[in-house]
Protein backbone atom coordinates (compact mmCIF):
# COMPACT_ATOMS: atom_id res chain seq x y z
CA UNK A 1 0.00 0.00 0.00
CA UNK A 2 2.61 2.33 1.15
CA UNK A 3 4.51 1.60 -1.90
CA UNK A 4 1.95 2.09 -4.47
CA UNK A 5 0.92 5.39 -2.85
CA UNK A 6 4.04 6.96 -3.23
CA UNK A 7 4.65 5.46 -6.12
CA UNK A 8 1.07 7.47 -7.84
CA UNK A 9 1.90 10.32 -5.58
CA UNK A 10 5.69 11.03 -7.46
CA UNK A 11 3.07 12.07 -10.20
CA UNK A 12 1.31 14.99 -8.49
CA UNK A 13 1.64 18.66 -9.57
CA UNK A 14 3.64 20.19 -6.51
CA UNK A 15 1.18 22.76 -5.07
CA UNK A 16 1.85 26.65 -5.42
CA UNK A 17 2.13 28.88 -2.31
CA UNK A 18 -1.06 29.96 -1.88
CA UNK A 19 -2.62 26.20 -1.98
CA UNK A 20 -0.40 25.01 0.81
CA UNK A 21 -1.22 28.70 2.47
CA UNK A 22 -4.80 27.97 2.60
CA UNK A 23 -4.61 24.34 3.58
CA UNK A 24 -4.82 22.56 0.09
CA UNK A 25 -4.27 18.83 0.41
CA UNK A 26 -0.99 17.88 -1.14
CA UNK A 27 -2.49 14.19 -1.43
CA UNK A 28 -3.06 13.29 -5.55
CA UNK A 29 -6.36 12.08 -5.59
CA UNK A 30 -5.53 9.32 -7.68
CA UNK A 31 -3.67 8.13 -4.59
CA UNK A 32 -6.40 8.53 -1.49
CA UNK A 33 -7.70 5.03 -1.88
CA UNK A 34 -3.52 3.62 -1.49
CA UNK A 35 -2.99 6.36 1.03
CA UNK A 36 -5.98 5.61 3.54
CA UNK A 37 -5.58 1.61 2.83
CA UNK A 38 -2.17 2.42 4.25
CA UNK A 39 -2.77 4.05 7.14
CA UNK A 40 -5.45 0.96 8.10
CA UNK A 41 -3.10 -1.26 7.42
CA UNK A 42 -0.50 0.59 9.59
CA UNK A 43 -2.83 0.33 12.63
CA UNK A 44 -3.84 -3.16 12.74
CA UNK A 45 -0.21 -3.95 12.16
CA UNK A 46 0.43 -1.27 15.54
CA UNK A 47 -2.91 -3.74 17.42
CA UNK A 48 -1.51 -6.72 16.14
CA UNK A 49 2.43 -5.90 17.55
CA UNK A 50 0.81 -5.87 21.36
CA UNK A 51 -0.56 -9.26 21.01
CA UNK A 52 2.83 -10.15 22.45
CA UNK A 53 5.34 -13.77 22.67
CA UNK A 54 3.67 -16.57 21.65
CA UNK A 55 2.38 -15.09 18.23
CA UNK A 56 3.84 -14.42 14.89
CA UNK A 57 2.40 -11.94 12.34
CA UNK A 58 3.49 -10.95 8.94
CA UNK A 59 2.58 -8.46 7.09
CA UNK A 60 1.88 -8.14 3.18
CA UNK A 61 2.15 -11.49 2.52
CA UNK A 62 2.73 -11.89 -1.47
CA UNK A 63 0.11 -14.89 -2.71
CA UNK A 64 0.63 -16.32 -5.92
CA UNK A 65 2.30 -15.22 -9.03
CA UNK A 66 1.33 -11.35 -9.42
CA UNK A 67 1.01 -9.04 -6.99
CA UNK A 68 -1.67 -9.49 -4.21
CA UNK A 69 -1.30 -9.87 -1.17
CA UNK A 70 -2.61 -10.63 2.37
CA UNK A 71 -2.76 -7.86 4.50
CA UNK A 72 -1.75 -9.67 7.60
CA UNK A 73 -0.94 -13.37 8.38
CA UNK A 74 -1.56 -14.32 12.04
CA UNK A 75 -0.05 -17.70 14.27
CA UNK A 76 -1.06 -17.93 18.07
CA UNK A 77 -2.65 -20.58 20.40
CA UNK A 78 -5.87 -19.56 19.03
CA UNK A 79 -5.16 -20.76 15.07
CA UNK A 80 -3.89 -19.41 11.76
CA UNK A 81 -5.94 -16.62 10.64
CA UNK A 82 -5.85 -13.77 7.66
CA UNK A 83 -6.50 -10.48 8.38
CA UNK A 84 -7.99 -7.96 5.59
CA UNK A 85 -7.80 -4.55 6.77
CA UNK A 86 -10.41 -2.27 5.74
CA UNK A 87 -10.41 1.68 6.37
CA UNK A 88 -13.68 3.02 6.64
CA UNK A 89 -13.22 5.21 9.56
CA UNK A 90 -16.46 6.86 11.35
CA UNK A 91 -18.57 5.10 8.75
CA UNK A 92 -21.58 3.04 9.76
CA UNK A 93 -21.16 -0.88 8.83
CA UNK A 94 -23.88 -3.44 8.25
CA UNK A 95 -22.33 -7.24 8.04
CA UNK A 96 -25.24 -10.38 7.79
CA UNK A 97 -24.61 -13.41 5.77
CA UNK A 98 -22.57 -12.63 2.65
CA UNK A 99 -23.78 -9.24 2.64
CA UNK A 100 -21.36 -5.71 3.84
CA UNK A 101 -22.37 -2.56 3.41
CA UNK A 102 -20.85 0.47 3.88
CA UNK A 103 -22.96 3.65 3.99
CA UNK A 104 -25.63 2.36 2.08
CA UNK A 105 -22.97 0.58 -0.53
CA UNK A 106 -22.17 -3.08 -0.65
CA UNK A 107 -18.53 -4.18 -0.67
CA UNK A 108 -17.08 -7.51 -1.71
CA UNK A 109 -15.26 -7.74 1.32
CA UNK A 110 -16.12 -10.95 2.63
CA UNK A 111 -15.88 -12.89 -0.49
CA UNK A 112 -12.29 -12.09 -0.68
CA UNK A 113 -11.69 -12.45 3.08
CA UNK A 114 -12.97 -16.18 2.23
CA UNK A 115 -10.86 -16.24 -0.75
CA UNK A 116 -7.67 -15.27 0.93
CA UNK A 117 -8.20 -17.76 3.86
CA UNK A 118 -8.78 -20.60 1.58
CA UNK A 119 -5.20 -19.89 -0.49
CA UNK A 120 -3.60 -19.20 2.68
CA UNK A 121 -5.04 -22.91 3.60
CA UNK A 122 -3.78 -24.41 0.75
CA UNK A 123 -0.09 -23.45 0.48
CA UNK A 124 0.21 -23.90 4.11
CA UNK A 125 -1.23 -27.66 3.46
CA UNK A 126 0.84 -28.17 0.54
CA UNK A 127 4.36 -27.36 2.20
CA UNK A 128 3.54 -28.78 5.74
CA UNK A 129 2.18 -32.26 4.55
CA UNK A 130 -0.98 -31.92 6.39
CA UNK A 131 -4.65 -30.14 6.30
CA UNK A 132 -3.93 -26.77 7.68
CA UNK A 133 -7.34 -24.52 8.55
CA UNK A 134 -6.78 -20.57 8.11
CA UNK A 135 -9.68 -18.27 9.65
CA UNK A 136 -10.59 -15.33 7.47
CA UNK A 137 -10.89 -12.28 9.49
CA UNK A 138 -12.24 -8.68 8.72
CA UNK A 139 -10.87 -5.41 11.03
CA UNK A 140 -12.56 -2.70 9.93
CA UNK A 141 -10.27 0.71 11.45
CA UNK A 142 -12.25 2.53 13.62
CA UNK A 143 -16.17 2.38 12.24
CA UNK A 144 -18.49 4.52 13.77
CA UNK A 145 -20.30 1.13 14.52
CA UNK A 146 -20.74 -2.28 13.52
CA UNK A 147 -24.12 -3.34 12.73
CA UNK A 148 -24.32 -7.29 12.54
CA UNK A 149 -27.86 -8.61 10.90
CA UNK A 150 -29.95 -11.57 11.93
CA UNK A 151 -27.67 -14.09 9.66
CA UNK A 152 -24.46 -14.92 10.92
CA UNK A 153 -21.68 -13.09 8.60
CA UNK A 154 -19.76 -15.32 6.41
CA UNK A 155 -16.80 -13.87 7.89
CA UNK A 156 -15.58 -12.52 11.83
CA UNK A 157 -15.97 -8.88 11.18
CA UNK A 158 -13.82 -6.94 14.11
CA UNK A 159 -13.46 -3.32 14.66
CA UNK A 160 -9.97 -2.58 15.09
CA UNK A 161 -10.32 -1.41 18.18
CA UNK A 162 -11.58 -5.16 19.42
CA UNK A 163 -8.95 -7.15 17.58
CA UNK A 164 -6.26 -7.93 19.88
CA UNK A 165 -9.08 -8.68 22.90
CA UNK A 166 -10.66 -10.82 20.39
CA UNK A 167 -7.52 -13.16 19.43
CA UNK A 168 -6.45 -13.09 22.48
CA UNK A 169 -9.83 -14.32 24.31
CA UNK A 170 -10.17 -17.43 21.65
CA UNK A 171 -9.93 -20.91 23.08
CA UNK A 172 -6.24 -22.45 22.57
CA UNK A 173 -6.07 -25.16 19.38
CA UNK A 174 -2.38 -25.00 18.74
CA UNK A 175 0.61 -25.65 20.89
CA UNK A 176 3.76 -23.58 21.88
CA UNK A 177 5.55 -26.00 19.43
CA UNK A 178 2.54 -26.03 16.80
CA UNK A 179 2.97 -22.81 16.76
CA UNK A 180 6.69 -22.52 15.66
CA UNK A 181 6.37 -25.39 13.99
CA UNK A 182 3.72 -23.29 11.26
CA UNK A 183 5.30 -19.70 11.72
CA UNK A 184 8.75 -21.43 10.22
CA UNK A 185 6.57 -22.55 6.97
CA UNK A 186 4.81 -19.31 7.05
CA UNK A 187 7.94 -16.71 7.43
CA UNK A 188 9.09 -18.99 4.41
CA UNK A 189 8.33 -16.47 0.88
CA UNK A 190 8.52 -19.81 -1.00
CA UNK A 191 5.63 -21.35 0.77
CA UNK A 192 3.52 -17.59 -1.27
CA UNK A 193 4.59 -16.95 -3.65
CA UNK A 194 5.95 -17.98 -7.14
CA UNK A 195 8.59 -16.30 -7.56
CA UNK A 196 9.55 -14.95 -3.63
CA UNK A 197 11.75 -11.98 -3.68
CA UNK A 198 13.50 -10.60 -0.85
CA UNK A 199 12.69 -7.15 0.05
CA UNK A 200 14.94 -3.98 -0.19
CA UNK A 201 15.24 -1.80 3.10
CA UNK A 202 11.55 -0.47 3.61
CA UNK A 203 13.43 2.27 5.73
CA UNK A 204 13.24 5.09 3.12
CA UNK A 205 9.17 4.28 1.95
CA UNK A 206 8.51 4.29 5.62
CA UNK A 207 10.25 7.53 6.06
CA UNK A 208 8.92 9.08 2.92
CA UNK A 209 5.20 7.47 3.62
CA UNK A 210 5.32 9.50 7.17
CA UNK A 211 6.75 12.65 5.37
CA UNK A 212 3.70 12.76 3.30
CA UNK A 213 1.20 12.04 6.65
CA UNK A 214 2.88 14.80 7.83
CA UNK A 215 2.32 17.05 4.93
CA UNK A 216 -1.31 16.03 4.88
CA UNK A 217 -2.28 16.43 8.29
CA UNK A 218 -0.46 19.81 8.48
CA UNK A 219 -2.85 20.64 5.66
CA UNK A 220 -5.96 19.51 7.30
CA UNK A 221 -4.85 21.73 10.63
CA UNK A 222 -4.11 25.07 8.40
CA UNK A 223 -7.96 24.78 6.69
CA UNK A 224 -9.00 24.35 9.64
CA UNK A 225 -7.65 27.09 11.24
CA UNK A 226 -8.88 29.28 8.30
CA UNK A 227 -12.57 28.07 8.43
CA UNK A 228 -12.18 28.88 12.23
CA UNK A 229 -11.12 32.27 10.94
CA UNK A 230 -13.93 32.98 8.59
CA UNK A 231 -16.50 31.62 10.98
CA UNK A 232 -15.13 33.99 13.89
CA UNK A 233 -15.22 37.32 11.42
CA UNK A 234 -18.28 36.50 10.68
CA UNK A 235 -19.32 36.82 13.62
CA UNK A 236 -17.39 39.92 14.23
CA UNK A 237 -18.93 41.81 11.35
CA UNK A 238 -22.03 40.53 12.44
CA UNK A 239 -21.56 41.79 16.26
CA UNK A 240 -20.54 45.01 14.75
CA UNK A 241 -23.04 45.80 12.38
CA UNK A 242 -25.79 44.23 14.53
CA UNK A 243 -27.19 47.74 16.36
CA UNK A 244 -27.12 49.57 13.15
CA UNK A 245 -29.18 46.63 11.51
CA UNK A 246 -31.48 46.82 14.79
CA UNK A 247 -31.55 50.86 14.52
CA UNK A 248 -33.02 50.10 10.75
CA UNK A 249 -35.35 47.77 11.52
CA UNK A 250 -36.82 50.01 14.36
CA UNK A 251 -36.71 52.87 11.79
CA UNK A 252 -38.73 50.79 9.32
CA UNK A 253 -41.19 50.09 11.72
CA UNK A 254 -41.59 53.15 12.73
CA UNK A 255 -42.95 53.93 9.35
CA UNK A 256 -44.86 51.36 8.93
Keep these: ?39 GEIEVARVL ?21 IDHIVIGPAGMFTVSTRNHADRRVFVAGSTFVVG ?7 RVALHEAERASQLLSGVTGRPVTVTPLIVVVNPASITVGRKRPTVTVLASNRL ?23 EEPTTWHTQPFVTDDNGPHLHAFEELRRQVDSAKTRSVIWLLGV ?26
Excluded: N
Design 49 to 69: SQLGAGWTVLHAVPVGSGRKD
Design 231 to 256: VAAFILTFDLLLPGILDLLAGLVRLI
Design 164 to 186: RRWLLARPSVLSARAVVHFSMFA
Design 1 to 39: MIRECLAVQQTAAPLGSLARLLGRSPLDPAARTWYHGAL
Design 104 to 110: GQKHDHL
